[in-house]
């Protein structure tokens, strides 16, 4: 026979039906990198399924296969050309942007089988948007994290250059610079705490302990602590939760919860606003809510208010001093209880964060008891 390119091809097809083993069939199937090998001029010779899910071959399409049927990507392409022509392997980053766009590393090395000239090259496909964007998700939280700890870390500095400056003489500048002394190191005790908090969180090393609680009556309980600010600022907070409602929580993370909550109504509302808690059974489940009068979020955050350190833009500039990663550890810790949270919100009108938590089976009060009695008879 004629060594013809053709049917040089035709070989190499048949050498690779024979080599793909069962054993090989089964990896290529079982694979979840793509694999591609084309010919020299450009024929698709073997496509697993990974390498069909990147590149569905067109309903109708030239037959054989080619590699310009699955892409038009002129760096593949050029690739897989480079493989075949120098013999040599390349390494490059493809991104898919049919629907959600995903990345993916490309190795294409040559394939020799009956010669010392590449008669194909093999492309492996192995996807890294999730990594990729683990990676931004890092770079992005401590880049926010050095910017959190900057800002209170400079004023310490400047209150203690201030001291050494003026010196102990005058008893009411030396109290001015010890109370922001004070209050930007509650702060850096703040964040600390939060972040701390939330890498246990998020580490799945937090176990909850749930109990029926009186949703009410823990509600009383973490406004006791809320109540002296609010009234500072002349803000109404109305607890309408009904007396015989009663919660499948852990105590100290569903006060955690309610804390962050309230204490964000009443940080972002305005003066003599008002604040409303309520919840209502739904089946098996409670939903809970904490409405206000305040500033409201702009539509565009809303969204992104429970990501980690992300502030609104307006509430960042009246330097209210939180975290940033109150609404974070919010959404976690429901999340763990089964719970969902969402956002209502319109700016200059107020906000109503719901969230989602199990019931409690109500206890069976005895008449003339009120609902804690009960709770303690158990
Ligand atoms: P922090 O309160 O420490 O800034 P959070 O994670 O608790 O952080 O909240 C994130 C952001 O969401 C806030 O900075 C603010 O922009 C917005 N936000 C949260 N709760 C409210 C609310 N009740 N009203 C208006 N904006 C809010």
């Known amino acids: 026979m004629i060594p013809t390119e053709e049917n040089t091809d035709r070989e190499l097809v048949r050498e690779l039906v024979r080599v793909a083993h069962p054993l090989w069939r089964t990896i290529l199937a079982t694979m979840r990198e793509g694999v591609l090998v084309v010919d020299r001029r450009m024929t698709v010779l073997v496509q697993n399924p990974a390498a069909t899910e990147i590149f569905p071959p ?11 049927d699955l892409t038009r990507d002129p760096a593949l392409h050029e690739g897989f050309q480079q493989a075949l022509g ?3 392997s390349v390494e490059l980053r493809f991104e898919l942007r ?11 090395a040559p394939l020799r ?15 890294i948007t999730a990594l990729e964007r683990l990676e931004r998700v890092r770079r992005d939280f401590f880049a926010n994290l050095s910017h959190e700890l900057r800002t209170p870390l400079a004023a310490i500095l400047a209150y203690v250059e201030m001291l050494q400056e003026i010196g102990l003489d005058d008893p ?4 001015r610079c010890l109370d922001g002394l004070f209050r930007q190191a509650q702060r850096l005790h703040a964040l600390v705490r939060d972040i701390t908090d939330l890498a246990e969180i998020e580490s799945g090393a937090t176990v909850l302990s749930l109990e029926a609680l009186p949703l009410r009556a823990l509600v009383e309980d973490v406004l006791a602590l809320i109540q002296p600010r609010a009234e500072g600022r002349g803000i109404a907070i109305v607890n309408e939760i009904p007396e015989e409602i009663q919660v499948l929580a852990d105590p100290l993370r569903l006060t955690q919860i309610l804390q962050n909550l309230l204490d964000n109504a009443v940080k972002f509302n305005r003066p003599n606003g008002c604040v409303w808690i309520r919840a209502r059974r739904l089946g098996e489940h409670l939903e809970v809510s904490i409405a206000d009068t305040g500033i409201g979020i702009p539509p565009a955050d809303q969204p992104r208010i429970f990501e980690r350190f992300y502030r609104s833009e307006k509430s960042r500039s009246r330097e209210t001093g939180g975290s940033g990663l109150g609404l974070a550890i919010v959404k976690h810790l429901v999340q763990l209880h089964g719970g969902e949270i969402r956002v209502r919100s319109e700016p200059g009108m107020g906000s109503e964060f ?12 005895a008449q003339g008891a009120t609902s804690a009695d009960a709770m303690t008879n158990e």
Request: charged share 25%; no cysteine; glycine share 6%.
């Open 58 to 68: 067109p309903p109708i399409s030239s037959r054989p296969l080619r590699l310009i």
């Open 172 to 175: 009411e500048h030396v109290r």
């Open 98 to 108: 049919r629907g959600e766009p995903r990345t993916f590393q490309v190795r294409i």
């Open 86 to 88: 120098q013999g040599a």
């Open 113 to 127: 089988i009956a010669s010392d000239t590449p008669q194909a090259a093999l492309g492996v496909f192995v996807e």
């Open 354 to 365: 719901t969230f989602s938590l199990k019931a409690a089976p109500e206890p069976r009060v």
